[in-house]
């Protein structure tokens, strides 16, 4: 934990709290491969009643510098008067003989998904528990937390993402409880109209500024230096003394009676995370003040730049160099490519002055030569953003579209061909680019094509190519990772995000898949036909966001966009007033900005794709976006062949 800089990494804000705690809940000996040891996270609502959820109000947040038990100030004086009156010459004193995280609790929160059902019944002799007892409501799930005093648990990661755990999709039968009501799906707040929006609400709970500026309180209780000794006899954060790290040595029970039964104890009394730090744990750093954008300058460019004149962009990417400057990465429709410089300053006002500079290579006549792709595409294929993708190191432009069916990659610092990827059996049409954060060293790599296939590939960032393994010698002996079949029809547009494990492809006549990057076919997506919607039989854009979501845009009619969850239902569609040719999305996946011929750039909510923000028209239409490295700024090329900058302040998610 000493070693790591992920605490610093989360003070700065540059990891959210949900990825913070998995790291703490990783390093403590936490693992979704253990029941009895799985990850735990904080209630951090209390308010599951009303119809609205105010995330700006602090009283609907959880008091997290309390555990659980002290939550109720009555109930809490039963335990502490517990504490107090304990006498055992073995079992050292504790507040509580339950614990906040149990195989059983696990189990109950996730008891409506496989393979948790099985388990419980493994658990259970092969029955379910009693239906009054059954995870059906989370107003209820609150309360008994607050009020029983064998329940003081915590909650899980699957709250923060899996909607799937609230519906009993597989039909299973737990009765009816005691007030006569058939258990069936968990009933949800209030607030929440649906699985997914709760989840959506809930993750945004735990993102928010109040649980960021609490969340060190809570660490200090769960892994830092309130979990044991005196600060957690202050704190009323005592447990079983057998929950805890090294209260016993099993190895050295030797009678195998007693130690079956230590084990069962431990089993069902639950453990308590390794402690990772006994220093109380620093606070996350306030948010940084958001540039001041006045009424006035909030929907016209602040900066702009002509990268080739009259020569549309087909293609931006951001790669950051420091806090303040990047390089944007541009790619025309002439083959011409760009390291332009992108920065910003405060000036002496305190008002942030952006500023483009022009790739200075493009100003001489031996800088142009070194920044074109010198293999023409197919006359057949409109370069797009379809076409192209840039390493993560930017060292690397990889391009689809070729009359000999191949991937091709070029070194950005020459334009020189450094290897040709041959796998499909027509031209490769699109191309899709996702950072492989598990695996580290690699890159997952998708090509589609007009020979109704996705391939899946790996990227090598240590052999800077595409390989068959991390360790292939060969440049040019690259095999697809994986085969993606399902398509009749040529593949127009994929999108892969290695984080969530998906590729989604469209094919010609507006069949869209979801795959596993292994290949398995996991959902078949189309719009639902409604009144006035056009067919939508003519994808042209996809994006995955990270919360595995999936945006898709077609060109049907004036335009269509629809969003798809994770588990393929339709969360929204919408009829657009004139066509969309280029789409990109935020880090966190709340928002989407959508650009084309109506030469105007408009800010949507992912979940229900509302207009949130519309900057004033452009000077041509807009064919490429991309956001900057921090997201204050969304860039977006034209067909003019200037990039345009404007300010962007993600407007809150109702």
Not at 183 to 201: K, N, T
Not at 483 to 489: A, S, V
Not at 496 to 507: E, H, L, Q, R, T
Not at 559 to 581: W, Y
């Amino acid at each position: 934990f000493s070693r790591s800089n992920m605490t610093q990494r989360w003070q700065r804000r540059e990891i959210s709290n949900f990825e913070y705690l998995m790291f703490l809940n990783t390093i403590s000996g936490r693992t979704y491969n253990d029941l009895n040891q799985y990850p735990v996270f904080p209630w951090v609502l209390s308010n599951y009643h009303c119809k609205h959820l105010d995330l700006s109000d602090p009283g609907n947040f959880r008091d997290l510098s309390k555990p659980v038990g002290c939550l109720n100030a009555v109930r809490l004086e039963k335990f502490e008067e517990r504490y107090e009156m304990w006498e055992d010459d073995v079992i050292p004193k504790f507040h509580y003989g339950t614990h906040y995280s149990t195989a059983a609790f696990t189990m109950s929160w996730l008891i409506r998904v496989e393979p948790f059902a099985t388990y419980f019944l493994q658990l259970q002799s092969g029955k379910f528990d009693m239906p009054g007892r059954t995870f059906a409501s989370l107003s209820n799930a609150w309360l008994n937390c607050l009020e029983d005093t064998s329940d003081v648990k915590e909650l899980i990661p699957e709250l923060f993402y899996l909607p799937d755990m609230f519906t009993n999709s597989n039909k299973f039968e737990f009765g009816v409880d005691n007030d006569g009501v058939n258990v069936d799906d968990v009933a949800l707040p209030p607030w929440a109209s649906s699985p997914e929006e709760f989840i959506r609400l809930h993750s945004q709970a735990l993102e928010s500024d109040y649980v960021s500026a609490s969340l060190h309180h809570w660490i200090d209780l769960i892994f830092g230096f309130k979990q044991r000794g005196e600060e957690a006899v202050k704190a009323a954060n005592t447990f079983y003394y057998l929950t805890y790290e090294g209260s016993v040595q099993l190895n050295q029970v030797e009678d195998p009676v007693r130690r079956k039964a230590i084990q069962q104890q431990i089993q069902n009394f639950g453990q308590t995370p390794s402690q990772v730090t006994t220093e109380p744990h620093p606070s996350r750093n306030a948010p940084k003040p958001k540039y001041p954008l006045p009424i006035n300058n909030t929907t016209t460019p602040v900066a702009a730049v002509c990268i080739t004149p009259d020569v549309p962009i087909a293609y931006l990417m951001v790669h950051p160099l420091s806090s303040s400057t990047s390089l944007v990465t541009s790619i025309s429709c002439n083959q011409m490519f760009a390291m332009n410089r992108w920065s910003v300053a405060i000036n002496s006002l305190s008002v942030p002055e952006a500023l483009l500079e022009l790739d200075p290579e493009l100003n001489t006549k031996t800088g142009v030569r070194y920044r074109r792709l010198g293999e023409p595409l197919d006359q057949s294929i409109t370069p797009s953003s379809n076409c192209y993708t840039v390493t993560e190191d930017r060292r690397h432009i990889i391009a689809a579209g070729y009359w000999d069916y191949s991937l091709k990659c070029f070194a950005t610092d020459s334009s020189r061909l450094v290897q040709s990827v041959f796998g499909h059996r027509d031209l490769v049409t699109c191309i899709g680019y996702s950072p492989d954060t598990v695996a580290g060293n690699r890159a997952i790599i998708v090509s589609g094509s007009r020979d109704a296939t996705v391939l899946v590939w790996h990227w090598s960032n240590s052999l800077q190519r595409i390989v068959s393994s991390d360790h292939d010698p060969g440049a040019d002996s690259a095999s697809p990772q994986a085969i993606l079949t399902g398509h009749e029809l040529a593949i127009v547009c994929v999108a892969v995000n290695a984080d969530v494990g998906k590729v989604v492809s469209c094919s010609q006549g507006g069949r869209c898949l979801v795959h596993t990057t292994g290949g398995e076919v996991l959902h078949s997506l189309r719009p639902k036909a409604v009144r006035g919607l056009p067919p939508c039989t003519k994808a042209h854009h996809v994006k995955i966001t990270s919360q595995g979501h999936v945006l898709l845009l077609y060109a049907d009619g004036s335009g269509v966009l629809a969003a798809f969850g994770n588990r393929g239902e339709q969360m929204a569609c919408k009829m657009l007033v004139e066509q969309a040719l280029a789409v990109t999305v935020s880090q966190d996946g709340s928002h989407l900005i959508l650009g084309g011929i109506s030469r105007t750039v408009e800010v949507r909510r992912c979940h229900d794709l509302a207009v949130v923000l519309t900057y004033s028209r452009t000077e041509s239409s807009v064919r490429a976006l991309v956001t900057s490295a921090d997201e204050k700024f969304v860039l977006a090329g034209l067909a003019s062949g200037s990039i345009v900058a404007f300010p962007l302040e993600w407007p809150h998610s109702d």
